[in-house]
């Protein structure tokens, strides 16, 4: 008869308790979506939540199915002590970068705190703040509940306005690919090409036209 070894459970809380443990309770979990689609904002999330608190299906916004991600959007935001967003628009990523876009919507969602921050966990390992400690978390939306959270909130607010920009642009697709280059989002670019919130910076495989499209608004 053969056994499978049990997989102890992740910790979640392994990047948090440290902190915790020297009175450091502000510690606000940071992450960012939508830096790879092709049109769209790129939003960020800072989630502040009281020591101890754990949601438990919580995890990497890329593991769960999007009913489980607003399943656990409402849970976060009934439970959290503070919730920030921040956007940045496709004209300033054009103008920017997205990686300075993503810093800029970082630091946009934890001024929208509620609290300050004592202390910063922020998924990837770029990051920097001018006043606010930060510990750089590569993978971070797996290892930490507060990264988690966050990357659950910016996921599940973007997904929203690319919802609602599909009312404006029906003809992409925006609500079913949220803006990413599937092979029907660039055929739909190479058909009608491209609208007023597509990122011009980004390599489009094999445009072929520079139309603008516009809905007047």
Known sequence: MSFQKSVPAKDLHAYERPYWMRNIVAVAGVDEAGRGPLAGPVVAAAVVFEPGTLIPFVDDSKQLTEKRREQAFTAISHCAVSIGIGVVNHDIIDRINILQASMLAMNKAIADLAVQPQQLLVDGNFFRHERIPVENIVHGDALSHSIAAASIVAKVTRDAMMRDFDAQFPQYGFAKHKGYGTAD???????????????????????KTVKIVSTGL
Do not use: D, K, N
Not at 193 to 201: F, K, Q, W
């Open 185 to 207: 989002h660039v055929a739909a670019i190479q058909r009608y090409g491209l609208s007023e919130i597509h990122r011009r910076t980004f390599r489009i495989p094999e445009m």
